[in-house]
Structure formats: C-alpha cells, structure tokens
C-alpha cells in the first residue's frame, strides 16, 4: 500500500491472517505510534476521562499525593474543574536529582503525614500516584506505603500512572481497579446484598439489570461510584457475590475472591439484542433461577422495528473512544440491517472472534487503527460515512453527524442499546 495512503485491511483478510498474524502496523509494539485518540481527548492515564489519577479516587474521602516531576503533574490541575477533586490532589515534586537518585523516596511519608493533617476532614486513605520514574528506578512502592501509613496514621496506597505498562499483563487501568477495592476487610456475608465492578461511574439508572437483581430478592446493590461514604464502602464486603461488567476489572474481582471469598460473575456488554437476551439466561442458569427479560427485550426489539423503518439506509464508521466494542457494536448494527464501512479500532485476543463474525456478514469493511502513523494521510471521501460513532470517528469524517457515545454514565443491557439508537436518531 501507498505510504500516502492510511493503512487499512479488510475484515476478510485479517479474519484469514488469524490471531498469531495480524499485520505489524496494528499493532503498537511494531512502529511509533499516532495518538489521535490520545490527542483528542487529552486521554493520557491521568487526564479527561477516569485515567488512573482520578480513579485512584474513587474510595470516598480519599486524597491523593502526585509524586512526579513538573512535566507529568501538570496536567493533573486540569481535574479541579471537575468540582470535587479541587482539594483532592497534593503534590511532592521531583527534581533531576531524585529522578537519579532516588532521595524523594525518604521524603514521602513525612509529606503524606503533612496532607493527612492539613486535610479537614481527615482522609480516608491517601493514593500515593507514581509515574514512569519510578518504574524506573524500580521502586517498592508497597514498602514506601507502609512506612507512610505508619507515620500518618491512615491506610496508604499505591497508584501506578505507568504508560510504560499499557502494553503488558497488568496495564496501569487494570492496576488501579485492584487499587481501589484493596481496603475492603473480610465480613459477614449478606445473601441479599450484590456488588456490581467495572466502572468508576455508575450504569445508567433505567438499566434493567437493577431491576432484574431486585425481582431476584436483592435489596442491596453496592457500586463504587454510588457508595456515599467510606463505610458503605466498606459495607462492598458483605456482598454475597460480585458481578463483573469490565474485563479490567478480573484481576480486581480475583483478589477480593481470594481475600475475603467473594465469588464472581462476568457478564459482557453487548449490543446485539440476541446476546444480550441469551447473557441473562446464562446468569440465570449461573445463579440456579430463571431470569424473565421478555418484557425489556420486547420494548427494545420494537424500538429496533421502528428505528429501522424511519432509518432503512444507514452506512455507518465505528470509532473506538466509545462504551462499546468497536467489532461487536458493528456485528450488532450489521444484524440491523445496516451497513458498517469503516472501523477504527484496536485488535486484540477479545476481540478477534468478532472479526471472525465480520469477515462472514460484511467481508469488505475496512479495518483501520488510531495507532498507525499512516493515519495522518486518511482521506474521507474514500468511504461513505452517513454517521459516525465515537470521537475518533468524528475527527476522520468531520462532515457527518456524529455520536460520541462515551459519557460518564456507563450504558449496559437493553437499556444501553435503545439509549444508543436514540442518540443516533437526535443526531440525525
């Protein structure tokens, strides 16, 4: 392919290359990387968004120490807009000498002790966030948060803002998901009371998922992002099971199995209404009961009828800065009758028998990625887009309507794919 050309492949081809071959400029370890995404919404592991500084204070009435140079905790001012964390964040810097050094490891517990004093009210535990410094240096950051924990008093601990990591077993969202949970004390378990992991943000408060627990004698559903105070926090280890909504979140959801035997169940979100319908039987089957969704797969399967009759000919492009899979939220509009030209997305091991899936029903749709530089040359007016979904999409094809689909407020279920198509037809 032309260098003047961004690189793309067809789901066909890349279906047929399989898993152990797919081509080098999808994938981020072969080449220098295009950060559009990035770039776009100042996504970097601490910036817009729940990156790993504001996730790490998602434990109510914590605070966080930023230990890092100038450069990497500049941005983090940028999160005072965002009301309630103006008072959160402290800062120790370093300078060339602790970078070579090392010194501002000693310094830490005396400066969590000052924060923890000059903090009203006192915190409930203070995140020490580190940066790729300190990866570096190869710091034992749970000996430095015991230490400090001693001196100030409180529980302390450690949040790795590693983009070195985004590649490797335990990237830096995956880390901080364990992070946050790690204070939960083992506690008599309440046969009523369910916690649901995944998101620093709640599900949307007309998910049926809710309502589907409580019909099944739940009186109690704990999440994160709605816990009040540090104890109903705590309260999250009473919880006779947890449901896990985000693949990030099974480290997490392993470590409090093995901490304080609370087993787990995955469910995936999806947007195909036949998935979606088979996932709660298998949850019901899962927890010995049978799950009655026909009412919910009822209102949106006639919500799917007359979208399609007001809409029948939709091209769309896929981005991948959205609360989807970017290859199952094609498969679904796909099933719809619709066509999906253009994906920009990330191929991984989760997604690949989606591809799979594609290559059968759309074979021609092209498969792009916001990491190859060849980007920068993209032109639009090689593909017919009548919408596109995700901010990413949004920037290759500026002309057409867009969804961004990646508000706060996680969508899920049923609920998620009518919200969906609703903002699809208000964009229109």
């Known amino acids: 392919m032309d260098n003047k050309q961004a690189y793309y492949i067809s789901a066909k081809d890349l279906a047929a290359r399989g898993l152990d071959n797919i081509p ?10 295009y950060s559009s995404p990035a770039t776009l919404s100042f996504n970097s592991p601490g910036a817009q968004g729940f990156g790993v500084k ?27 807009e965002l009301g309630d964390y103006a008072d ?28 923890v004093e000059f903090h009203n009210p006192k915190p409930s535990c203070v995140m020490i966030c580190i940066t790729c410094v300190d990866a570096l240096l190869g710091t034992d950051m749970d000996r430095v948060c015991r230490k400090a924990s001693a001196v100030a008093g409180v529980p302390v601990l450690p949040c790795y803002m590693y983009a070195l990591t985004r590649e490797g077993r335990v990237p830096p ?17 309440k046969s009523t009371t369910v916690n ?3 998101q620093f943000a709640p599900y949307m408060d007309n998910c049926e998922l809710y309502d589907i627990l409580h019909n ?26 947890n449901l896990v909504l985000n693949p990030e979140t099974r480290l997490a959801a392993e470590d409090i199995a093995k901490r304080l035997e609370i087993p787990s169940i995955e469910l995936t979100r999806q947007y195909r209404l036949d998935k979606i319908h088979k996932q709660y039987q298998l949850l019901g089957g899962a927890l010995g009961v049978n799950i009655d969704d026909s009412r919910w797969m009822k209102e949106t399967e006639e919500y799917i009828d007359g979208f ?43 997604n690949f028998p989606y591809i799979r899936q594609l290559a059968k029903v759309s074979p021609e749709t092209r498969i792009y990625t916001n990491l190859e530089p060849t980007m920068l040359y993209y032109d639009c007016s090689e593909c017919k887009a009548d919408i596109t979904i995700g901010k990413d999409a949004e920037y290759y094809h500026p002309d057409a309507p867009n969804v961004p689909w990646n508000r706060e407020v996680q969508p899920f279920g049923y609920a998620g794919l009518r919200t969906l198509l609703e903002e699809i037809e208000e964009a229109i």
């Open 24 to 33: 080098d400029q999808l994938q981020s370890s072969k080449h220098l990387i």
């Open 54 to 80: 504001r996730a790490g204070l998602a434990v109510p009435g914590s605070v966080m120490l930023l230990v890092a140079p100038g450069c990497c905790g500049r941005n983090t001012t940028m999160l005072a």
């Open 88 to 115: 959160r964040f402290y800062y120790l810097l370093q300078d060339d000498t602790d970078i070579i050094t090392g010194r501002h490891l000693n310094r830490i517990p005396e400066a969590v002790r000052e924060v």
């Open 173 to 189: 969202m995956t880390a901080v998901r364990k992070t946050v949970y790690a204070l939960l004390e083992k506690r008599k378990k």
């Open 196 to 198: 649901i992991l995944g």
């Open 216 to 241: 099944l004698g739940v009186k109690k559903i704990n999440e994160i992002s709605r816990c009040a105070d540090f104890e109903e926090y705590m309260g999250m280890a009473e919880a006779n099971f």
């Open 308 to 350: 399609r009759e007001r809409h029948p000919d939709l091209e769309f492009a896929i981005g991948e800065c959205l609360n989807a899979d970017s290859f199952e939220l094609a498969l679904a509009l796909i099933g719809y009758g619709y066509k999906v030209n253009e994906i920009y997305g990330t191929v991984s091991g989760e």
